[in-house]
């Protein structure tokens, strides 16, 4: 027995189990001996150290053991362990669940910022007043919103911007080949989606309508019912029903839309694949496996998902994250990480938003342009602080702090991080949404109706002007100033000096 326990010291834990089993096998009811057993099994050096595990010493056989054949003093050692033990399972388990409640709180507080701000090659930025800021490529004029107003929702594509009015109707700018920004007759649309030729609107009633580029059958729609979300892939469309049932349509060559057995799913994300987060927790998803991105299976107590070409990351309700997929710049090393409360994934790159409004970032920070390795920066996130939301695409990040101003890093090949000066970003107040829209139409329409009188009065002088005239010419006066006519041959006005 002191062989055993000086094992233990000494972190030893094979020999220490082989002695403890040493002494059982000359008196297999020593209760001491069974608790080393446990030590060793444990990894603890000291017997003490059992009250403070965090899971009950009932369970374990070696305890049983050693509560069953311990005289009446150690007994009662071991139950004193027990009690403290449970004392400490049950402290911790209080101060994890609030915790989880503080996560939880910071979650949906923070959620209302989730759709203030779309990146891709151009950066949009929702106002609260309802206004619209963008910067970035502008080739096909997708920045061209500086006189939207009155909108509630944004989302915007490679070459377009959407953007969703509080009144139900919908403005778009931006590359227009196939149609996609044909969204002017729209109406009772609560949600806009854009993929990279089409755009889905979902009406409140629960029924889509889409428009542009058919080529995979991406805006065949027109037969959903009773959808309550919309998500938008390059050529897919997906809709999530009210029963938490998923329907999709579009390209499905890899199987992205196999979706028809999915229930109880409260979210959907898509890149190069497609996940589902259900109700419970737990997650499913279908399509590319290249880089296992789709080994969810065993993932639990998740409340949020994001995707990227080859990777796919879960925050958990405790504020842990777990991430599959694609490692080789270091994406998904994303084990460490403790009280986040959102994530964002970019192509590389994967970013989590902590609780006190700090950020950090994992995965490559550069990108490679010609063969070449070029720096980025996408991860330098480091001294953001005040974060209420983040956002990511391929080469770069960005960031809302609580005051409405932005931050982004670092790609700015086309001016999507030029953001500095970006002021009351945030969510709309949909009813001064719908005020300002109203006060808006109502000053266009004083506008438009004061145009119509000055016209109107324009014509009316030029037709007086006309017959005054007339009626000159035809007394022989000057067609222009009614002044007395004089000339031989040529008929000159002494007044204006103008000719007949």
């Not at 009932?58 to 009446?72: G, H, S, T, V």
């Not at 694949?273 to 299976?297: K, M, P, W």
Request: charged share 25%; hydrophobic share 30%; proline share 0%.
């Amino acid at each position: 027995m002191t062989r055993s326990f000086l094992f233990l010291e000494d972190s030893n834990w094979s020999k220490a189990s082989e002695y403890f089993n040493k002494v059982l096998d000359i008196n297999p009811e020593h209760a001491r001996a069974y608790i080393g057993l446990l030590c060793a099994e444990l990894h603890i050096r000291r017997e003490i150290d059992l009250a403070n595990q965090q899971f009950t010493l009932e369970d374990k056989p070696n305890f049983k053991k050693a509560i069953r054949f311990a005289d009446q003093d150690y007994r009662s050692k071991l139950e004193a362990y027990s009690q403290k033990n449970q004392q400490k399972i049950q402290q911790e388990k209080q101060e994890r669940q609030k915790r989880i409640s503080e996560l939880k709180r910071i979650r949906e507080n923070n959620s209302k910022y989730s759709g203030c701000i779309f990146t891709r090659r151009h950066t949009v930025g929702l106002r609260a007043d309802g206004t619209v800021v963008a910067t970035g490529d502008n080739k096909n004029g997708q920045c061209d919103v500086g006189r939207w107003c009155g909108i509630v929702a944004i989302t915007s594509a490679y070459s377009r911007t959407v953007g969703l009015r509080a009144d139900g109707s919908v403005v778009a700018v931006g590359k227009n080949e196939y149609g996609e920004c044909a969204v002017g007759c729209w109406y009772d649309i609560v949600a806009v989606a854009t993929g990279y030729d089409h755009t889905v609107g979902l009406r409140a009633d629960g029924t889509v309508i889409a428009t542009g580029s058919n080529h995979y059958g991406q805006c065949n729609v027109d037969n959903w019912r009773n959808i309550v979300a919309v998500v938008v892939d390059r050529h897919s469309t997906f809709g999530l029903r009210a029963d938490g049932t998923v329907v999709a349509t579009g390209d499905n060559s890899t199987g992205r839309c196999n979706v028809g057995g999915w229930c109880d799913i409260i979210a959907i994300t898509r890149v190069s694949h497609t996940v589902g987060l259900r109700a419970d927790g737990t997650v499913v998803a279908t399509q590319d496996r290249h880089f296992d991105e789709c080994n969810v299976d065993e993932w639990r107590n998740i409340v949020a998902i994001a995707t990227d070409i080859g990777h796919t990351v879960g925050l958990r309700a405790d504020g842990t994250v777990i991430a599959t997929g694609s490692n080789h710049y270091g994406q998904c090393n994303v084990d460490n990480w403790r009280n986040i409360v959102a994530v964002a994934t970019g192509n590389t790159h994967t970013v989590g938003l902590r609780a006190d409004g700090t950020v950090v970032a994992t995965g490559n920070n550069g990108t490679v342009i010609c063969g070449k390795d070029v720096y980025c920066g996408q991860c330098d996130v480091g001294g953001w602080r005040d974060i209420v939301a983040i956002y990511a695409f391929e080469n770069h990040t960005v960031g809302l702090r609580a005051d409405g101003t932005v931050v982004a890093t670092e790609d700015k090949r086309y001016g999507q991080c030029n953001v500095d000066s970006w002021r009351n970003i945030g969510f709309v107040d949909k009813k001064q949404a719908c005020e300002h829209l109203e006060q808006r139409r109502i000053e266009e329409q004083r506008r438009i109706e004061e145009q119509r009188r000055i016209e109107e009065q324009r014509r009316i002088e030029e037709q007086r002007r006309i017959e005054q005239s007339n009626k000159w010419a035809s007394q022989g006066l000057c067609r222009h100033c009614g002044g007395e006519m004089s000339g031989l041959f040529t008929k000159k006005c002494r007044v204006c000096g103008k000719t007949k």
